[in-house]
């Protein structure tokens, strides 16, 4: 660790110099995409610009060369500054529909007559390399992204790199950009910190900054943090950059007085960059993994009862005013992400058209917590749930009857819930005909147990559904 330390000998103030921490997580990097070629996929990140900003043009050429030095393919999509959201929404969705494309940035920021925040929605959460959707924030604000927002996770790999204490400290975050500020104050927030925002409405803001332990500024102002704000001791990390490569605090005056500091330019930037490669990297790893898996729809179970009989109904209703006819597997699936799970389970996740509309997860042997009903014979459900704009559409049915099939394929002869349906009907369908839930009641009832997954999932799967919008049409981010 010494050796990434620059340390002023008098005032032993660390300076964090993020390049070493940079070519660590690319030198990582180098071996994943080797691989990935050797199995003929190349890591692809496409770039959307628009308009002509010169800074921004800046950026994407950065992106783009360090890319190619890795062996990642970029893709750049220059669109003129006259676009309509429409338009623009249309161009990431014809990306989100490329299997070559594996990470997709929305260059920040677009110009003013576009929604933004409607745009970045149409990313799918595939795709969201840079944690820009509402439901990469909100899997962010969880503690289980698979891509968080790549300047805030930059940050916490500061702080991890050289081991800067988080639990306990008092964090103030200057700044509250929904891809910068709010994503890095969730994660300190995970890490136990005490976690302040300030923004453009705080009252008494240098007050606030004092009594920070750890300060993140973020705020897009050239030298805004001044040394007077900051108390001896405390750890700086600067997340603007301005004209002049300068940051968001004043160098010169600050560095003295903290005990550790980003310096503008080679800090937290060089660390950006190189985590966008990383979840291009491994977002490329998961979709190549990705194994559709086609379901047969018309079992006799499901026909059988007139509650599911009844979604179903709803369901076709639903289908034709689309103009489809039947269950077509390239409109419906079911995919399993592939993952290095400990504890052996499988997860899987229902898409309708593209959209993420269900999960459930597989476990093959009785988790521990659940050591006294041990049973090598059976298969276990859990953590299911279904997006509440789709559970009168039949997709629970759809799932669960799909993993029963599964299950027995695998030779156990006892299928478990651990997660019931969101559907009290179809709940006790299932219940009638001879699932054995264990530790739950049905909806309704009072839950036992993994009530808080569910609504997670459920939680995750209706944010997918929302576009946010803020009054003015552009999000405040400070």
Known sequence: MEGLRQMNAEKRTIILNGLPVAERIKEGLRQQVEKLT?????????????????ASETYVRMKGNACRKLGIDSKRILLDKGISTDELIKVIEQLNGDSAIHGILLQHPVPSHIDERAAFEAICIDKDVDGVTTLGFAQNAFGFA???????AAIMSILEDYEIPVEGK????????PILGKPVAMMLLNKH???????????????IVRSGDIIVAAVGRARFVQADWIKPGAVILDAGYN???VG???????EPIASAITPVPAGVGPITIATLLKHTVEAAERLSLIKPITIDVKRAAIEESSDVLQLWKGS????????INQWDPDFFRIEQIHESF????????????????????????????WEALDDQESGYIHRFAVSRNHGGLGIGSLLLDWAETYIRSKGKHQVRLDCMATNERLNQYYLDNGYQPRGVKVWGNGWKSNLFWLTINVLLSYLKELHVHSPVGREDKF
């Open 342 to 369: 400990q504890d052996g389970s499988e997860i899987y996740i229902a898409r309708l058209n593209g959209e993420l509309v269900g999960t459930l997860q597989i476990w093959w042997s009785d988790p521990e917590v």
């Open 146 to 152: 698979q891509f968080p927002s790549c300047t805030p």
């Open 38 to 54: 050797q199995r003929g996929v190349i890591p692809c990140l496409a770039t959307i610009l628009v308009g002509d900003d010169l």
């Open 248 to 254: 968001d605090v004043d160098y010169d005056a600050c």
């Open 243 to 245: 004209a002049g490569n």
């Open 170 to 177: 008092h964090a103030v975050v200057i700044g509250r950009s």
């Open 193 to 207: 910190a005490t976690v302040t925002i300030c923004h453009s409405k705080t009252t008494d803001l240098a007050a």
């Open 316 to 323: 076709a209703q639903w289908l034709q005013s689309k103009g």
